[in-house]
């Protein structure tokens, strides 16, 4: 989707603006994007495109990275899929664009058709969800819910067409298990950067909600712990990004990791977050998937934003949790 810089309605931009009424109009287009309001935002930056190329540099290039975000994460096709419609899609994941269709009488979320070895794949989703504001989990709402997980099929699109089907064809128990693993890790990063603010958050409580017992037994739940990982990673590492999350001054004795991604999975779910603040969770995803891309999904582990790693099979984890552990202690104790 292109958001043309036109020139807006007749009176949009009336004339005497004061620098409060720039300042008004700033916060507003932060405030719709931070809510996930994107169909409203579209419009105003449309409409109001003469008055926003006119705001100073530091908010221009929020607006600009606004902008991009939409762009990215609500694509052209969005209003002819949301209507129930079949719709051709190209989508852009990583740098990588996938040709694909939506089709609403689908039976699953991804379709795949092989054909003389050329994998083909349908999408599905139900349409009616999508920007819907009804409440859904955890204060989140169905639409939010709706918009991770769009992305989170294309994520899992993306290394599926990736991997070629020879060498899946060969992949024998544990090598596609390994590989569905690593797909989880993908499409859990995809759906977290691509979709709305408070769908990121949606997503970031998941991965760190995956450390919780009841989801041991999940076989691919490594890759989303993965995510929760980097979060720790990211938020420890770099506190002066994120002040609006505060720690806890003790640092717990054991279990720190279990812990610290439980705490940051009810704050995620409670509070929201700055515009600054976003901008480094959504940069923080983009450089976790770039350091796991779907070429080495052999080795079996994510690497984490400060160096260490996560087993994707967690009967190997044993070694890197102790690690994690350890540099989570240090770190936490660290932070004031």
Not at 11 to 19: C, Q, R, V
Not at 284 to 294: D, G, M, Q, R, Y
Not at 323 to 334: C, F, G
Request: net charge positive; glycine share 8%.
């Amino acid at each position: 989707m292109v958001l043309a810089l036109v020139s807006g309605t007749p009176g949009a931009d009336a004339p005497g603006k004061t620098p409060a009424d720039d300042s008004a109009l700033y916060e507003r287009i932060v405030k719709l994007y931070l809510d996930g309001q994107w169909e409203e935002l579209e419009t105003d930056l449309a409409a109001k495109a003469t008055a926003l190329a006119k705001l100073p540099k530091e908010q221009a290039a929020d607006v600009a990275y606004i902008k991009q975000a939409v762009a990215d994460g609500r694509p052209a096709w969005w209003k002819a899929v949301k209507a129930g419609k079949k719709t051709p899609l190209k989508v852009t994941v990583w740098g990588k664009t996938i040709t694909t269709a939506f089709d609403p009488a689908g039976k699953s979320n991804v379709q795949t058709n092989v054909t003389n070895g050329v994998i083909t794949q349908t999408m599905t989703w139900k349409p009616d969800e999508m920007d819907n504001p009804a409440g859904a989990e955890h204060g989140f709402s169905k639409g939010e819910l709706t918009h991770l997980g769009i992305w989170q099929i294309f994520g899992s699109a993306e290394v599926m067409l990736s991997v070629p089907i020879e060498t899946q064809s060969r992949l024998n128990e544990a090598e596609r298990l390994l590989l569905n693993r690593y797909t989880d890790l993908r499409s859990e990063a995809a759906g977290i950067y691509y979709s709305s603010p408070r769908a990121r958050r949606w997503g970031l409580w998941l991965a760190c909600a995956g450390y919780m017992d009841k989801y041991a037994k999940v076989q691919t739940i490594q890759g989303r712990k993965s995510i929760g990982a980097m979060l720790m990673a990211e938020v420890l590492g770099h506190p002066e990004r994120y002040p609006s999350i505060k720690l806890p001054k003790d640092v717990p004795a054991e279990n720190a990791e279990e812990k610290l991604a439980d705490f940051l999975k009810n704050w995620m779910e409670k509070h929201a977050v700055t515009l600054a603040e976003d901008k480094s969770l959504r940069e923080a995803i983009k450089s976790f998937a770039a350091s796991n891309s779907e070429k080495g999904w052999k080795a079996g582990q994510a690497i984490l934003p400060n160096g260490l790693t996560m087993a994707l099979d967690p009967a190997a984890d044993k070694g890197p949790r102790e690690k994690r552990e350890a540099w989570v202690k240090e770190q936490w104790a660290k932070v004031k």
